[in-house]
Every structure is written in structure tokens, then in C-alpha cells.
């Protein structure tokens, strides 16, 4: 059931995003994630890449919350404290990590209160000495329960309007956390997450935490998004989350989950119409796993969540979301038949000819179908060469064993992995290609060890959308 939203407050600001196309003087905005047209009527004022929008009226509030809704624009929080904020951080040993954290968090005269949850250690004194050292209010459990379930132990002492949850692996500063926190000036959004980087633990990062720096799990891009399934950014991890506390009273984690429990919180806060919203221009930094098999094994044990989260919410958690259309097209070139190069061309024929149709009314029309097209075939292969290469590699090297096509297919993605990857400098190319490689292999190995246990492979079956009523994508203000 979908909670009531409220209106944007007089003064919240919007900017158009770097990244959105602009057509027709400023009346038509094409980007997003899933990419999305936005055609603006009167009296709604035309906009242009990077412009910022004040809500001042009913009209203003509307183009707003239509901007935001598309991710064609990224609020402004109006500067200054929206109400106060307690730090949960759930810990089990590791008392240097913590008394690292607390140093940012409990500066005298600026710090924020953290209640420390101590998860069974199997030294409490040092937690303990640490806890008090630095002012916080300390909880300790008898048994271990895992994260989700000493979050919620920290969240049952939170009197404040809003608390962050931070992992103690975690470096980020007081500051950093209230500035996220003026996101809640809009009314309708209930948790929001900082960029979380990696941070080499050792002087001299060895290679594989040279890769994990590069490409954390938990960093989600410099792009700031509304979060949502089946986007550039669709889920968020509780290594650093804010989350409004009367968003919890119907529930916070799942107590008994050790995985997915983060993605399954913000999905059930989306689900009951509220907003989520990631901001890169506050970073959190996260340790690097200190060897090599602490840095495979949380990959896969990521990829071994997928199940549950799957059969918890659906199609949401699918490997991929095509276009039926498209789908096919690719399904054809892959089948990789003399008539496989004509099929793939006639089904993006297919897609401009409905584009065409369905986009607003604009003198470019023709043009800005042409590109969208284009984007529709880009976004079917990357998304192919995923399936091939990460969610579905264990069928795919099976397939290998005894298929001359199965195998051409993985060298063509592979290429095309490259080609997606151009912007990575020459020279560390090789060392990337590889680090995915293995990334990938964790990753699947861990979903499909979960779809195993689960007894079901829903976790494996991409999205096909559109398949029963097609609509045009244009929302208007």
C-alpha cells in the first residue's frame, strides 16, 4: 500500500542533469535512468542542460517532481540542519575500525550520538573501552545476531527524527552525514546513501585491493540518482545509509537475513511509495578486503543473496530488462544463421518505426528517434554480454564445451566488455579486463548457489517488458 506523498516546500531547488539531451528550445528532455522523454507544456518553462528550477508555485512543484521522478534532474537541499540525526554502528570485534570511526563521528562540540551495538564480541572490554572513550551510548548483546539484527537493536535506543547506519569498516565524517541528511526537506523521501569508495588497508595495496578500491561492489557511480529497480543506480548498501525513523515503523531489517537485508529495506521503502536518493558529492570511504579469498568470497556471497531477494520481490531483482523487440533482434545474432544479421537489423527497424510514432510531436522527432534507437541496441548487447559473462557464466561455459557458437558468443561479449570499457587507460586495461573476469565468476558462482538452494531460478530469468501493452514514453508536465 502506497503512503501519501507530500508536496515539494517553496524554495527546493532542481538541476537539470549534466548528462540530458535538450530538443525542441527546451521543451522536450530525453535521459534518466531507465532513459525516459519528458515533454514540457505551458505553462511549464522550457529548461536547458544544468538549469536550476526553484519550486514557487503549484506549476514549479509539479515540473519538479517530475524532473525528479524521471532522473532527469538531482535536488539542491537547501542549505542548514533539517532535524537531528543518531549514528547506529553494529560491530563484532574489530574495536581499532571503531575507535577509527568514532574519532570522525564524536568530535567535541560537533560530533554526532552514535549508539554503538556490540554483536557478541568475542572481546567486549576493548568494544566497551573504545564506546566509552568517545562518548557513545553502547548496547550489548548476549548472542550473536549478525548486522541486520543489531541495526535493529541500535534503532530501538534512537529518539532523533533520522539515523545513519554505518558499518565500522566505514570512514566517513559527521559532516558528511548531516549533509545528506538535508535531503529530508523533501517530504517524500525516506533514506538516502553517500558514494561509498574503497580505501586500500595496506601502504602498498596489493593487486586485487588495487581492484577492489577501483571497483567496489558498494561504489554506485558520480551520478546522483533516484533509486529504483531495473536503473543506473537500483538499490543502495546500509554501509551508509540514512533512513527517516518513522519509515521503520512497519519494519526495518530483516533480522535473521546476512545478505541482501540493505536491498530489501530500500525496496520495501520504494514499494510503499516513498523515495530513495543516492548522492555521490558525499563520499564514505570502505575498507579493501585483505586477501584474496575475503575479497572473492564477498562477491559471491553478494551473488548468493539473489535468490531470496527474488523471491521476495519479484522480476526486481531480474539479471536484465529488455525490450521484447530488441530481444529478439539480439536472440537472432546470437543464433548467429546467414539470416541472423538481417533479423537483428530489421528488429531495430521495428523500434525506430515505433518510436517514430509514439514520441511527442517535436521538429526533431525523426531525429531523436534515430538516437534512441541507436541506445535500444547499445543497451540490448551490454546487457547480453552480462548475462553472458556474469549472471549466467556456469551454463555458459558448459555450453562452450560443446558449441561452436556458444563460443564465439563469449568472445564477442568479451570484445564488447572491452569496447564498453574504452574510458580505462591503455596501460591498465589488461589488469581491468581480468579483475572483472573474476568479479563476474565470484558473483555468478554466488547466484547461482543461491538459486540452487532456493530451489528456484527466478534469480536467472530477465525482465522482457512491454510484452502485453506497449507505451510510449512520454510523461508530461
Known sequence: MKESRGALPAGFRVRVGADVRVHDGGRTLVGGSPLRV????????????????????????????????????????????????????????????????????????????????????????????????H???????????????????????????????VDSDVVVAADTLRGLARHFADPNVAAVGPRVRGMAVNGRPRRFERWDVDGLSLDLGATPALVRPWSRVGWLPSACLLVRLADLEDGAFEADRRVGEDVDLVWRLIRRGRQVRYDPAHVAEHDSRGTWSTWLGRKAFYGSGGAWLAQRHGDWMAPAVLSPVPALGALAVVWQRPWSIPGGLAALALVRLRLGRTLPDTPDRARLASALTAEVGVSTLRQGAHLLLRHWWPGTAAACLVSRRARRAVAAAMVWDLLDHRDVPVVRAPEAFVARRLDDLAYGAGLWWGALRAGSVRVLVPKVTGARRPRAPRPEA
Not at 553502547?138 to 547506519?165: D, E
Request: proline share 9%; aromatic share 2%.
Open 38 to 133: 519528458l515533454r514540457l507544456r505551458e505553462p511549464a518553462p522550457a529548461l536547458a542542460r544544468g538549469d536550476v528550477l526553484e519550486v514557487a508555485d503549484r506549476t514549479s512543484g509539479l515540473v519538479a517532481e517530475r524532473l525528479l521522478a524521471a532522473n532527469l534532474a538531482a535536488p539542491e537541499p537547501p542549505p542548514g540542519p533539517v532535524g537531528e540525526l543518531t549514528v547506529v554502528v553494529p560491530i563484532r570485534d574489530r574495536a581499532d575500525r571503531l575507535d577509527r570511526l568514532l574519532a570522525g563521528l564524536c568530535q567535541e562540540g560537533q560530533g554526532l550520538p552514535v549508539v554503538v551495538v556490540d554483536d557478541a564480541s568475542r572481546d567486549p572490554a576493548a568494544v566497551a573501552s573504545v564506546a566509552a572513550r
Open 135 to 165: 562518548g557513545a551510548r553502547l548496547v550489548a548483546l548476549s548472542a550473536n545476531v549478525g548486522p541486520a539484527g543489531a541495526r535493529n537493536a541500535g534503532i530501538a535506543q534512537v529518539r532523533t527524527p533520522y539515523v545513519a547506519f
